[in-house]
């Protein structure tokens, strides 16, 4: 049913989103690893003047097990208001829960009780094959003309390409492939857009074989994962531009458009040199002026890797004798101000002053698990934590910082094999001058979570990752 | 045609003027995209050709068809058409779907016309154009009198339209100029259901008119 004034989380522009209430409940993605239990969408306390602030208040089991669950977004948010398809009178309601291994899409109604997510539709493998010829969903995105989905994988046994499905605004329905004419794009990741722009952006991780079963260490020294981002036509859906890093810089994950819609640049980030570990994150932008100039890109924030004595380090890492930062998720305030890089492998959230994008500052750190490190969380400074910051979500008003601590399973298990447990911490961030703070209220972990590990987080009205803008 | 279809007309250009989805937030976002009140100009002309064109095709028709064809059973047509598609725009779940923002004067004028038929636009003045007299003359139940009988509909459409685009170019500018598009999260009432529901209620007083 349609509201008869706009849905109040909708926002024209990131200037008045950034004025947002802040987020009362949080939804977290968790899944068995062992895929012996169902994994779930877990919901977590986030009112600071409530009795169950930082804790898990509700929890909501998947149907079947061994999804995996890993990206979700809402079925709606402020890129209603886009003017050439406007629809603002739909309700943000339906959390769209892909399972990354099961390719099964799972849709949740968080209307009735935000606190227990009612499972409304189960979208399964074969239909998403059949309509779409893709797997592996990943990134959902609220699109002015459908649900954006992208897909890492082929179907029928096919490694690829990936690509992207769209899915109907109100059945849910998977209305097919997106691309008209994909170019020379195989491999798939994210995808983000500047919607006012006509431009769509996808990145490359791997194909379903390069990653299901861990990290691939011949396939990483042979610089075959993904190096290259795509531009593409949003309204005509052909592939416009590849724009390779350098295929030392292997795995280009999250794409973080900038949300100021007049803009035209953004952030990526790449997981790993093969040259000497580091990781990487790089500006895209057009080369020149004009709005129709060809794209580049520049390396801005260089994180080099942390020798380490290799009795300390998986097998995995024990001939370098270093751990790598492993870059594996970045995400921009809604202002566009700071960007915040998760180094999972080091154990450290990294806040930049990106002001000026091509020049960022390092203007907070707070350090949290890693490889080799293990640093405690202040709230339990006798627990050493495994894991480090990954997934990374931003509230509205950029005033507060999630972080959870699982990769994806089969890598988790790979870097840290005596067990990555499960952990989600709160920063607090200084708005003004930047800075990071460890909020010792707010630590849930361990058998709170179930024996489950914990991915993507996603706040309830919305984040800095699940709008985008048509006005500035 | 008489003062009251004026009226009418007028009425139902401003009401089509004032829906966002009917053009001047698109032309708002392009000021504000480019920051030129230029620009929020220029995307209006386009705007309003593209809405003349979805009225009038409508408008020239039913003029046409009545001068040639017993008024009873074309009023009840019209009549079951509007509640009808009412209740479709009423009932239905699905909305317009459009990807491209960066739009050149003619594929506006496309949009703004695929927008305007998609909602409706021009048979909602069908009950005004049905209401209206018909004009006296020798002609009338000839077959060769329908290219002339389509005049009164397209001169109907003009003055709807140029109605519609002096109220969307004020609320465009206002909004650019004054309230700024927050204005939008209090102010967007849900125009689709109110317009659904005229139709409706416009369809229902032509069919009672007609029995």
């Given at each position: 049913m349609t509201r008869w004034t706009p849905d109040p989380s909708f926002y024209p522009s990131p200037r008045e989103a950034a004025t947002a209430p802040a987020e009362k409940l949080a939804y977290v993605a968790a899944f068995d690893r062992a895929a012996q239990r169902p994994d779930a969408i877990v919901v977590l306390d986030t009112d600071p003047e409530s009795a169950d602030y930082g804790r898990v208040v509700g929890w909501t089991d998947l149907p079947h097990t061994g999804d995996e669950l890993h990206h979700f977004g809402w079925n709606a948010c402020s890129s209603a208001l886009c003017p050439t398809a406007p629809h603002p009178h739909v309700e943000r309601r339906y959390l769209i829960v892909p399972g990354l291994r099961s390719s099964r899409i799972h849709v949740f109604d968080t209307r009735p009780d935000p606190r227990t997510p009612q499972l409304v539709k189960v979208i399964g493998a074969q239909e998403l094959a059949e309509k779409s010829g893709y797997s592996r969903p990943h990134t959902v995105h609220c699109g002015p003309d459908g649900i954006y989905l992208s897909a890492l994988g082929g179907v029928d046994g096919a490694e690829g390409p990936g690509g992207i499905a769209v899915l109907d605004h109100t059945t849910f329905a998977v209305r097919g492939a997106w691309e008209a004419d994909r170019g020379p794009q195989f491999l798939a990741y994210d995808v983000w857009w500047h919607l006012t722009q006509d431009v769509l952006v996808t990145s490359e991780w791997g194909t379903p074989s390069m990653i299901e079963d861990g990290i691939v260490g011949e396939l990483l020294l042979g610089r075959k994962y993904g190096h290259a981002i795509h531009f593409w036509d949003l309204a005509k859906r052909r592939h416009v531009q590849r724009v390779d890093l350098g295929d030392q810089y292997q795995m280009a994950l999250e794409l973080r458009p900038a949300h100021d819609p007049t803009r035209s640049y953004g952030f990526v980030g790449v997981v790993i040199s093969v040259e000497d570990l580091s990781a990487s994150v790089w500006l895209w932008h057009r080369d020149g002026a004009g709005a129709d100039a060809?794209?580049?890109?520049?390396?801005?924030?260089?994180?080099?890797?942390?020798?380490?004595?290799?009795?300390?380090?998986?097998?995995?890492?024990?001939?370098?004798?270093?751990?790598?930062?492993l870059v594996t998720d970045i995400d921009l305030s809604v202002d566009d101000r700071f960007l915040y890089v998760s180094c999972w492998g080091t154990g450290e959230l990294r806040q930049y002053d990106v002001s000026d994008p091509f020049h960022p500052v390092l203007v907070g750190s707070v350090r949290l698990g890693g490889i080799a490190a293990r640093t405690a969380h202040p709230a339990a400074p006798d627990e050493p934590l495994a894991g480090g910051p990954q997934m990374v979500e931003i509230s509205r008003d950029g005033r507060r910082v999630y972080v959870s601590n699982s990769l994806y399973g089969s890598w988790d298990d790979q870097f840290y094999p005596d067990g990555v447990g499960a952990w989600l911490a709160k920063l607090d961030v200084d708005p003004e001058r930047g800075g990071l703070t460890p909020d010792v209220r707010f630590f849930p972990r361990g058998a709170e979570f179930r024996g489950l590990r914990v991915h993507q987080t996603r706040l309830q009205g919305g984040d800095a990752s699940s709008d985008s803008y048509c006005f500035p | 045609?008489?003062?009251?279809?004026?009226?009418?007309?007028?009425?139902?250009?401003?009401?089509?003027?004032?829906?966002?989805?009917?053009?001047?937030?698109?032309?708002?976002?392009?000021?504000?995209?480019?920051?030129?009140?230029?620009?929020?100009?220029?995307?209006?002309?386009?705007?309003?050709?593209?809405?003349?064109?979805?009225?009038?095709?409508?408008?020239?028709?039913?003029?046409?068809?009545?001068?040639?064809?017993?008024?009873?059973?074309?009023?009840?047509?019209?009549?079951?058409?509007?509640?009808?598609?009412?209740?479709?725009?009423?009932?239905?779940?699905?909305?317009?779907?459009?990807?491209?923002?960066?739009?050149?004067?003619?594929?506006?004028?496309?949009?703004?016309?695929?927008?305007?038929?998609?909602?409706?636009?021009?048979?909602?003045?069908?009950p005004v154009l049905l209401a209206d007299p018909q004009p006296a003359g020798g002609h009338a139940g000839h077959l060769a009198a329908a290219p002339a009988g389509a005049l009164p509909g397209l001169v109907a459409a003009g003055v709807h339209t140029l109605v519609m685009l002096g109220v969307a170019s004020t609320v465009a500018l206002v909004v650019y100029e004054v309230l700024g598009v927050g204005v939008l999260r209090r102010a967007w009432f849900n125009v689709d259901r109110l317009w659904a529901g005229v139709l409706v209620a416009a369809g229902v007083v032509t069919l009672a008119a007609a029995i």
């Open positions: 060809p794209w580049t890109v520049t390396r801005v924030i260089d994180i080099p890797a942390e020798p380490a004595d290799p009795a300390d380090l998986p097998d995995l890492l024990k001939p370098f004798g270093a751990v790598p930062p | 045609m008489t003062g009251r279809t004026l009226l009418a007309l007028v009425a139902l250009g401003a009401f089509h003027g004032l829906n966002p989805a009917m053009g001047w937030l698109l032309a708002v976002a392009r000021g504000l995209q480019e920051r030129r009140r230029a620009a929020l100009l220029a995307a209006l002309p386009p705007v309003a050709a593209g809405h003349l064109a979805s009225v009038a095709m409508v408008a020239a028709l039913v003029t046409a068809t009545r001068s040639v064809t017993a008024s009873t059973a074309l009023t009840v047509t019209g009549g079951a058409v509007l509640v009808g598609f009412g209740l479709w725009r009423l009932l239905s779940q699905r909305h317009f779907r459009w990807a491209g923002m960066r739009l050149s004067a003619a594929q506006m004028a496309g949009w703004s016309f695929l927008m305007s038929s998609a909602h409706g636009a021009g048979l909602m003045l069908l």
